[in-house]
């Protein structure tokens, strides 16, 4: 049973629009969150995080939003750009420990000139 | 310019061979460890290092064997007893405990094909 879930596998969005990713999780013990890209033929690279003691993070372009009560973060992309075309994978974990994290399946996101 | 390298990008094995995929990083993270990504899921974890000369299984270890005889490096054997291995294996390495939010940094991967 997937306890960190992307329900969208892909995403199409219009440059210049608001891209919106969404990913679910089931275990209420998660208090850290973060977002990886990955480019084909590279490894994800880190991309913004938030820990449960906060609802909102924002790094430029990027916004990572998290609901506790309903288990769910999102990430906002404004602008979106065509560079911005890639496979974003949220991941949890219980306690700041790296062998800790769950990753979910991806959700592939298409930026349109 | 520091990173995690990973070889071979590209791996085909036989049947019943044994295989050891590469890692090496120049980061001087203390931490390493290898996921296994399958089309549709996660990167699932299946060995992990704190430290040199220490090792913890994953959720999937069952089929592999690591070492890590040195800081800079992890290498991950595939043993013929993995059921299943062709897939897509990531290294990564992070910083360690304590880390603000011990993100980890990932190698370009290495895609293991068993014929």
């Known amino acids: 049973d997937q306890q960190v879930k992307q329900n969208s596998p892909s995403l199409s969005v219009q440059e210049g629009r608001i891209s919106i990713l969404n990913c679910d999780y089931t275990n209420s013990m998660f208090d850290y969150f973060l977002w990886y890209k990955k480019y084909p033929a590279e490894g994800p690279t880190f991309l913004i995080s938030i820990s449960s003691i906060k609802d909102k993070n924002e790094d430029g372009r990027f916004t990572v939003f998290l609901n506790k009560s309903a288990k769910h973060l999102s990430l906002h992309i404004v602008p979106s750009q065509p560079g911005d075309s890639a496979v974003y994978f949220c991941?949890?974990?219980?306690?700041?420990?790296?062998?800790?994290?769950?990753f979910g399946p991806g959700t592939r996101l298409s930026v349109l000139p | 310019d520091g990173g995690i390298t990973q070889s071979p990008k590209y791996l085909f094995r036989k049947e019943g061979q044994n295989v050891t995929l590469s890692c090496e990083q120049n980061?001087?993270?203390?931490?390493m460890y290898w996921y296994r990504q399958d089309p549709g899921q996660g990167l699932r974890l299946i060995y992990y290092?704190?430290?040199?000369?220490?090792?913890q299984k994953g959720d999937i270890a069952e089929g592999y064997s690591v070492s890590r005889e040195k800081k800079e490096s992890f290498p991950l054997t595939v043993t013929s007893a993995q059921k299943n291995p062709t897939a897509f294996y990531l290294c990564?390495?992070?910083?360690?405990?304590?880390?603000?939010?011990?993100?980890?940094?990932f190698g370009p991967g290495t895609r293991l094909t068993v014929l």
């Open positions: 990564a390495s992070s910083i360690g405990e304590g880390g603000s939010y011990n993100e980890q940094f």
């Open positions: 980061l001087n993270h203390d931490a």
């Open positions: 991941a949890a974990s219980a306690g700041n420990y790296g062998q800790n994290f769950v």
């Open positions: 290092s704190q430290i040199v000369n220490d090792f």
